[in-house]
């Protein structure tokens, strides 16, 4: 694939959570450089939070 | 999340904020700012020493205030970075008090008091803001009496006290006296479509009724003996997929009420504690009192309270409602108002997880427009692996899943007996293996105990296999050497109340478990070269959205429409909620970028037949052959045709919503209907919807559609009542519509399941429609001039058959593409290459289709931006001299992975193709000679886990 224009840029994902990390490993498995800046300490988000998901029940983390 | 503190290309900076945002897309200057650890995270191995001599104790913000924590702490067991943090507010130390504590106990030198924090400097070309929402705070309605009465809780603190790592390790008891609450109440829409100032925001919180569903069916597991739950509520608002049937699934809970209504307010019974709700039953009018023993509020999501200050450095604005303001024009949920910044999730509005999800996989797949891919990594660096040639020498590890397991089993004698099987070398438990600490501990025993074999006693494999298998391959373990065995699931889940015997039945599971690692062998992922086009099937507003983010990403899309031309759906539209964009501007807009772009587009072109595997699809169309190496079907949904419902086909003037859409579009001032101007029009919603014989999920789309149209009429002088079971309308500015039609005038009645509207006419025309009136209990007659019916979505069946039976994507029980997992993974299923975009697995609107096909683009890019692809090596192969080449593994094979070639002798052999195999096995139990072997389940490890179990029994 012919690789393409501009700087060597990554991309800036701001917050951590489900989203954010989703954004972040989509990003980073098509070889793209990525900044995951979260506020809190940790990643996770409020889905870390949470018991399980509905409607599949599988575990939060 | 371990995944991405672990990747490679992700670079994760926690404690950190972004303060500033120069340049322009392509180029942006970022600035962050990364606040003060005071905790090295070089250094910081997370052993938690420090917080065990830390002196202060106070109260833990991860369980909402309900738990405690240290000074020094980690947010929660596993978090990613698993570094320390020192919240300084609290901390002892301070220029005249010197406590030191965790500096003394920390034997790594990790610990900084004079941390200051630093700026990095960050050239990006693009921003993706992903920063979520705030919870309603409840205390700012004083009527409720939450923070004041001790019964009364949040969501999220029910959601802590159910979880097995909570305060309460997941026993459900009532703050004031630990007892277990026998009655326990939800009020629903705390914070939101609130009415007045005080009440919340006016929109729809989307995720909360939902959420209450799931902790009634929790609260049953974790308390068997509630006598009660009570939910009280103005709508049930489950819309999305899965989420009528999970619904319904709730109202067989025999305790369990759903009650119309919103209470007024709370009061508490001073002796008791006990919470005393207020409510005037919205179907019977009657006021009540009812006493519970514990009351949660469903408390909606608010914009947060950071926006404005972010918003600010980004340079974007914020909506009425503080989310970032979203830039209408492209329809698309993702763009805001500069140029290279991309919002999704909750930070754009409220969004359940799988739209977060999507929205979170296409804003990325925008992103990528601006930046650039990394070099791709010619040669993976040589690892040295751990030498499996001699005895097994097996680890078991196991986990409690905080009290997930070991609440109910006895880990203790799980770790003797393991102990006692032979070849097992070493046995440890851990609280959580998944954390990041967990993971390093079996990578550090691995090495110290020169493990060759890796049996985890936790949960499921089907989320957490990857992980153990990424960290035995990191210290040179081969990943299949690796066994997972499922003792939550299989023991302590179902076998909660005879503890015994479900650690009895770990125990087995260990032993079998043990057995087959034994005989485990190493296996090596084959790379394929991939094809770097892609397919893209279906022209309608997810398909051009997919190919032509693609095409940005300078890959070689090809897109076919089965119809004459591109638009699908759009076609038949007039206006698009919310913004009430022209739908013949967006799809006019669309199809010109498509023209204008480098895509290979055709029209009335069908598929023939589809062959190959991820990399590698053979595609024959009615217009010519290509060659791709992945596919999005976005082949969309048809509307519901009615059968003979509300007089449909019988009565000239019951008309769907489309044909009035059709009507409307035709239509200019004033609104005619086959030429004349109608003084009634009445909705009926739900046609074909929500309903277990036809489609028993909700359509979602049909609410918002039916409040644009009904509004439309209500404008032209039109009377317009909507008969409804809930109105749900979720999504961007609908809740807010909903409020302006009743305020123009139009009229919601709602009706039930058990008795539905029914419409009388003669003559060919519909006179009147007859609903019984719920409140008052009785027969409401309306004249009408029409009636209009929402018809819900359905599968387009013959294209979904088809592809289905090419592709074998497996379709739900409605009939739509299965996604591979409804939270996680919207886009992509279970056949690798092929993802869905849009409809063609659930019904949605206009904007989650457009943002389903960015996010399909992204999982494409992924995989094609790669020259090779990794195959799965779990998958069967034949012993050739065995074959005696009888042919019935081609016959049963359902991913046409088997075929018969010729061999160099002239004799004919059964052959598999590895990229097409999904090791199902069966061919290997069929095969009548034994020449298949299913290569990490032979006949040998198998046989081994049952002689483990058998032995001693027979």
């Known amino acids: 694939m012919t690789p393409r224009k501009r700087n060597d840029n990554g991309v800036l994902v701001l917050g951590g959570g489900i989203t954010g990390i989703q954004a972040a490993l989509d990003l980073a498995n098509s070889r793209t450089k990525v900044y995951l800046v979260e506020k809190s300490p940790s990643l996770g988000g409020r889905m870390a939070q949470l018991d399980k998901t509905f409607p599949t029940m599988d575990c939060s983390i | 999340m371990l995944d991405a503190g672990r990747h490679p290309n992700i670079e994760v900076l926690t404690n950190s904020e972004l303060i500033e945002l120069g340049g322009s897309a392509g180029n942006f200057r970022a600035k962050v700012w990364r606040r003060p650890r005071y905790v090295n995270e070089e250094l910081c191995t997370g052993c938690g020493q420090c917080a065990e001599d830390c002196p202060v104790v106070v109260p833990n913000e991860f369980e909402v205030g309900m738990g405690a924590r240290k000074a020094i702490y980690s947010p929660f067991a ?60 409840a205390s700012a309605i004083p009527s409720y009496g939450y923070g004041l009465y001790h019964n009364v809780l949040t969501n999220m603190e029910l959601e802590r006290v159910l979880n097995a790592t909570g305060p309460t390790q997941g026993h459900i008891v009532r703050p004031s006296d630990h007892k277990v609450p026998r009655k326990i109440a939800f009020i629903q829409c705390v914070g939101s479509r609130g009415e007045g100032k005080e009440a919340g925001c006016q929109y729809c919180s989307r995720f909360c009724c939902m959420n209450t569903v799931k902790d009634c069916l929790l609260i049953k597991q974790h308390a068997p003996d509630i006598e009660e739950v009570l939910v009280f509520y103005i709508d049930i608002r489950a819309a999305g997929k899965g989420f009528e049937d999970f619904y319904r699934r709730s109202q067989e809970m025999p305790e369990l009420k759903y009650i119309r209504g919103r209470p007024s307010k709370i009061l508490e019974d001073p002796e008791t504690h006990d919470p005393i709700i207020f409510v005037e039953d919205g179907e019977t009018g009657k006021v009540s009192r009812i006493k519970v023993d514990m009351a949660v509020l469903a408390s909606g999501a608010v914009s947060a309270e950071s926006n404005s200050r972010l918003a600010d450095v980004l340079g974007i604005e914020l909506d009425e409602n503080g989310f970032f303001e979203i830039d209408t024009k492209y329809g698309s949920p993702l763009h805001t108002l500069r140029e290279g910044v991309y919002v999704c999730g909750c930070a754009a509005g409220v969004n359940d997880i799988s739209d977060s999800v999507a929205q979170g996989s296409g804003a990325a797949a925008e992103a990528e427009r601006f930046a650039t891919r990394l070099p791709e990594e010619k040669e993976p660096k040589e690892k040295k692996e751990i030498d499996t040639s001699g005895p097994p020498r097996v680890g078991v590890f196991l986990c409690h899943c905080g009290i997930n397991i070991a609440g109910v089993l006895d880990i203790e004698a799980l770790k003797e007996h393991a102990k006692s099987i032979p070849n097992v070398v070493h046995v440890e438990d851990n609280l959580f293996l998944c954390s990041d600490e967990g993971q390093r501990m079996v990578q550090e025993r691995i090495s110290e105990h020169k493990l060759n074999r890796v049996v985890a006693a936790a949960c499921t494999p089907r ?74 099937i279906g022209g309608g507003v997810a398909g051009m959205c997919a190919a032509l983010e693609l095409e940005a990403q300078g890959l070689k899309v090809y897109l076919i429409e089965k119809e ?88 000239d003037n019951v008309i769907t919503n489309q044909e009035l859409e059709n009507i409307l579009h035709d239509s200019r001032d004033k609104i005619k209907i086959k030429g004349e101007t109608p003084e009634t029009v009445v909705f009926v919603q739900c046609v074909g919807s929500r309903d277990p014989e036809k489609n028993s999920g909700c359509s979602r789309y049909c609410c918002p559609t039916t409040i644009k149209q009904a509004i439309r009429l209500r404008e032209s002088g039109v009377n317009v009542a909507v ?100 939270k996680l993974g919207p886009v992509e299923t279970t056949i690798e290459g092929v993802f869905v975009a849009g409809c063609v697995s659930g019904p949605k609107d206009i904007a989650d289709s457009i943002a389903q096909g960015s996010a399909a683009a992204a999982k494409v890019a992924s995989i094609i931006c790669k020259e090779t692809v990794e195959l799965e090596p779990t998958t069967c192969t034949v012993d050739q001299s065995l074959c005696r080449a009888c042919g019935q593994c081609v016959e049963i094979c359902e991913y046409h992975g088997p075929s018969l070639v010729e061999l160099a002798d002239g004799r004919r052999a059964a052959k598999i193709n590895q990229a097409l195999c999904k090791g199902c096995g069966t061919c290997a139990s069929w095969c009548p000679t034994g020449a298949i072997v299913a290569l990490h389940f032979t006949d040998e490890q198998i046989d081994s886990m049952m002689e483990a179990l058998l032995a001693g029994v027979v």
């Open chain 2, 78 to 137: 596993q978090a990613v970075p698993n570094t320390y943090i020192i919240d300084r507010e609290n901390c002892l130390n301070s220029d005249f008090l010197v406590c030191n504590n965790c500096q003394k106990s920390c034997d790594r030198d990790a610990i900084n008091y004079d941390d200051s924090g630093k700026v990095v400097d960050i050239n990006v070309g693009a921003v993706i803001v992903a920063t979520g929402f705030d919870v309603y705070d």
């Open chain 2, 564 to 651: 004459g031309r591109l638009g699908g759906i759009l076609n038949d539209l007039t206006r698009v909620y919310p913004a009430n964009l022209s739908a013949f501007e967006l799809s006019r807009a669309l199809m010109e970028k498509v023209e204008a772009s480098r895509i290979e587009a055709t029209a009335s072109t069908e598929i023939n037949s589809i062959r190959g595997f991820v990399g590698n699809f053979d595609v024959a169309t009615t217009n010519g052959n290509l060659k791709v190496g992945a596919i999005v079907i976005a082949t969309g949904a048809h509307i519901y045709k009615p059968g003979d419902e509300f007089g449909y086909g019988q009565f």
């Open chain 2, 723 to 822: 008969l409804h079971r809930d109105m749900r309308t979720v999504g961007a500015q609908a809740e807010e519509q909903y409020r302006r039609a009743r305020e123009l005038g139009v009229k919601f009645i709602r009706y039930n399941d058990e008795r539905l509207p029914e419409v009388f006419g003669d003559g060919g025309r519909a006179r009147t429609v007859e609903i019984l009136e719920l409140a008052l209990q009785r027969i409401l007659q309306v004249d009408v001039d029409y009636v209009v019916l929402a018809a819900g979505m359905v599968p387009n069946e013959a294209t979904t058959a088809k592809l289905h039976d090419i592709l074998k994507v497996p379709r739900d029980a409605d009939g739509f593409f299965m996604e591979r997992h409804a």
């Open chain 2, 463 to 536: 989320t957490h296999e990857p992980i153990f298998r990424e960290s035995c391959d990191q210290v040179g373990l081969n990943p299949y050497l690796f066994e997972m065995v499922n003792v939550r699931d299989q023991c302590s889940w179902v076998h909660t109340t005879t503890p015994d015997k479900a650690t009895a039945k770990a125990k087995d599971l260990i032993k079998m478990g043990v057995a087959r690692s034994k005989h485990l062998q190493p296996l090596y992922k084959n790379s394929i070269p991939v094809n770097q086009s892609v397919l893209v």
